[in-house]
Structure formats: structure tokens, C-alpha cells
């Protein structure tokens, strides 16, 4: 009898299934403490620009209105809705406020992507698998609208795995998430895909005699979610525009992001995938085909494009979890038990890690990486008010941000393969014919490039070309004519 009461009281302790809690509290605390490490990327900034250029004019852009090169070239913004967010928290808060709000997104999705787990494995088998999908997703949290957009994912694709699980169709309760998916990031298009091939985990592993019907719910809800994913002010374009970026063939390998997973040495992306292999093959893991076919696919995925590492990470634990649950041991009994209230224990967390956040960001300065800042650079250039830049595709995004329009910046799809092209072999002298064709056809009055890059050393001895300034990050070359160069060339010293 005291053993009976003990065991009940510790199933109904408030301590009890609270690891998501823990997990997002962890997570959210570890990304404000590294809160700068989120503005390592020049799109940042570009996307908070056009934000707000949306909250200013109370409309979506249609066209290009930021480079001289596409200026006026149709263009949507697939992430509006992101972009809005992050614009309003810069507006109020300055970069504070994009670092928390990717955090708080970030610590969403792993919370979240631990509730679901816990619900079929132990809570050391999540702590696992939560552990690993931190560790491949964490050079890629960074305060962009796909942050933003992963515990929308996570939500879906655990809803529709749930139901293939119940071999059952999915709730319509469902399809605002991929709508609002499609107006965050137009990695939405991944979600609709997933539709089918979930749907077929669910058919085959159903009863033959449910398995017309359940094929038809599978097949509606399809459709309804197609429908839904064109609720957003640009309609179907917005699939249409995530296709041109998947489109962009061989621009995509030039991007860190999208290029494959480099093995040259050893990384965390090698670890987890041995580590992985070595326990299925130790504990004679079993999946079913259909579920072996969407691991290998988003395996491939995140061998083909290191950006795609996130989405193994933060789904692949989903498809595995229930038939990982059969044979190595599912959830504590306890864990199934309704937990008991906990409202005020989720209220003073709330409290502390709002008074926190405050704390630590009033003795913290946020802000973007100074490598991609050409800050001393860019403000010499709108002083000479020139208007046509030939700029590294690092700076973009700043000049973006500060008004001057840039010759490309990270919008890949607007560009399009070709210019994008030309462009990174002119700047990295692939092709060093490309550079002067460029500079003559774009009619290109100074060059803002990293002072390391080839195209900038090589501006260094071109008669025609003064440099009037440089810095450890960025050098500006101006054509001048007769400007000529017989040795090293000295910055102007009337350029001030």
C-alpha cells in the first residue's frame, strides 16, 4: 500500500512531463546569452528594411524598388509576414528586439519538438533527439524569416505523421498552420510535399478495407492544404516564387547555405549521422518501407544542401518516434496521466525570463556581424552620392538597409542564375574579362568589395580606377579618369 501511494504521488508531482518547459527555457536562455551570434547574417537586415517599408506604405511590394540593376523587375516578398515581425521588434526594442524574437521562436520549435516526442518515447530518449537537433540546427538559427517559420514545421508535419500514426487523415484544424506557413518563408512548398508520401505511410499501414477511403480524406485534406497555401496577398505566386529559387541550378553551390555537407573533416553533422547508424545497427532497429523512404529523402536533402540539415534534424526524430517506441521502450506510463495544473508555475517562468531578458539586455549591446558592416565604408560612398556600386554580395544587405542601392544583394531569385554568375566570377576573378564587362555595361561608378577579394586587389593596378578608401573589412575604388598605377596604389587623401 505505501509503495502504491509513492508511485501515485510521483505520477502526479507538477514536476512530472514538464521537459519541454525545461528544453524551451534552455534554449531561449542560451540564445539571448549569444544574442549577437543571431545577426550573423546580412539578410537580416534587408529583411527588416523591407518589413518596414510594408508597415510605412501599407502595401506589398510588387517590384524591385532596391537595386539599380533589377529596379522596377517583379519581385514578391514571401516572407512579409516574418519581415513585419521583425521590423515592428528592431522599430521598439533596436536589435534587441529581432535577437528575442528569433530566440523565442527558436526555444518554440525545440519545446515543441520535445512535447511531441515525450509523448511516445522516454524523456531521455527525446533529451536525446532534442540534444542532436540543436547541435545540426544551431549555425543556422539566425534572425530570418525561417527561424520564424520552424515551429510552424515542426507543428504541421507533427500533425500529419500523428495522424499516419492513428492511420487516420489529418485534422483540418491543420491547414491555418500551412497558411500561415506560406506567408512566413516559402520553405511552405516543403510541407505540401510532405502531404503525399505521409499520406502513403498512413494507406499502407492501414486495413485493406479502409484503405480507398482513407486515400480519399488523404486526398482532400491535399487539396484543401493546397488551397490554403495560396492565402496570401500574392496567391499561388508564392509557390511559384519558391520554385525560381530551386530553380537557381548552379548559383546555389556559391551560397554557404545551400551548398552539400562537406565530410573533409570531422563536423557535428558526421557524428550524429554515425552515432545514429551505430545504434540502429546495434539494436537491430526496424522502420517500415514507407518511413525508411522519408528518412532517406530528407537524409538526401541534407546531404545535397547543408541548409536542409535542420529539416532531418527537427522531422526525421517525428517519423522515427513510434516505431522507435516499440522496440526500445516508449514513455513512462506516468507521462500518459493527465499532469496536474501548472498555470501558475508557467506564469512565474514567463515572469522571470521576461524580467531577465530585460535585464540582460539593458547591460547588452546587440549587433550585426562588423564583418558584413561596411559601416565607415558606406558612409563615405553616400557622401560622394554615387548612385551606381558595384558591391560584394556580403554587403547588400547593409547597403540595403542604408539607402544606397546595391548592384546585387541576397534576393538570388530576382537575379537569377546567369547575372548571379557573372557576378561572383567577376568579384573572385574566375573570369576577369566578366569584371570589366561589368563594370562597363552596368556603367559602374566605385566599387565597394572586401578588401581581401581578388576583384578588389586587381582594381589596386587598373589605370582608371582611384582607390579612395580602406579598411580591414571593405575598400571603395572610384573611376577617375587618368588615374594611373605603376606601383602600389595610395588612398586619396582628399576623400574624406
Known sequence: ??????????????????????????VYALLVLVGSRLLNDPDTL????VGQWILDHRAMPETDVYSFTMRGQPWISMYWVAQVLYAKAYSIFGWSGPV????????????????????????????????????????????????????????????LIAAADRRDAPSFWLLPLIALWANLHGGFVLGLMLVAPIALDAVVSADAAERKSLTQRWAVF????????????????SMLASRKILALGSV??????????DFGSLGTFEICLLLGMGFALL?????????????????????????????????????????????????????????????????????????????????????PNARQSPVAAVAILKKMNFTRVFNDYDFG??????????????????????????HNNASELIEPDTLFRLLDEYKIEATLMRTQSPATKLLDHIDGWQKVYADDIATIHVRKAGALHTAEPAVDPRVK
Open 46 to 49: 534587408w529583411h527588416i528594411t
Open 100 to 159: 528575442v524574437l528569433a530566440a523565442a521562436a527558436s526555444a518554440s520549435t525545440f519545446a515543441l519538438l520535445a512535447k511531441l516526442l515525450s509523448r511516445h518515447l522516454s524523456e531521455t530518449t527525446t533529451t536525446v533527439f532534442v540534444a542532436a537537433a540543436l547541435a545540426l540546427t544551431a549555425p543556422h538559427l539566425l534572425a530570418r524569416p525561417h527561424v520564424l517559420a520552424l515551429p510552424v514545421m515542426v507543428a504541421w508535419v507533427g500533425g
Open 1 to 26: 500500500m505505501t509503495l502504491s501511494v509513492a508511485d501515485t504521488a510521483e505520477s502526479a508531482s507538477p514536476m512530472r512531463g514538464l521537459l519541454p518547459l525545461w528544453v524551451g527555457i534552455g
Open 252 to 261: 546555389l553551390p556559391l551560397v554557404t547555405e545551400w551548398r552539400p555537407v
Open 397 to 422: 544587405g547593409y547597403l540595403i538597409a542604408n539607402g544606397v542601392a546595391p548592384f546585387i544583394d541576397g534576393r538570388a531569385e530576382i537575379y537569377g542564375e546567369k547575372f548571379f554568375i557573372d
Open 283 to 367: 539494436r537491430g532497429i526496424q522502420l517500415p518501407p514507407t518511413r525508411i523512404l522519408l528518412l532517406l529523402g530528407m537524409l538526401h536533402m541534407a546531404l545535397f544542401q547543408s541548409r536542409a540539415t535542420e529539416i532531418l534534424a527537427l522531422l526525421a526524430p517525428l517519423v522515427l518516434a513510434v516505431p522507435l517506441a516499440k522496440q526500445i521502450g516508449g514513455a513512462e506510463a506516468s507521462n500518459s496521466n493527465a499532469p496536474p495544473p501548472r498555470g501558475l508555475l508557467f506564469a512565474g517562468v514567463a515572469i522571470l525570463l521576461i524580467a531577465g531578458t530585460v535585464a540582460y539586455a539593458s547591460v547588452t549591446r546587440f549587433e
Open 222 to 237: 491535399g487539396l484543401a492544404a493546397l488551397v490554403a497555401a495560396c492565402c496570401t496577398p500574392y496567391g499561388w505566386n
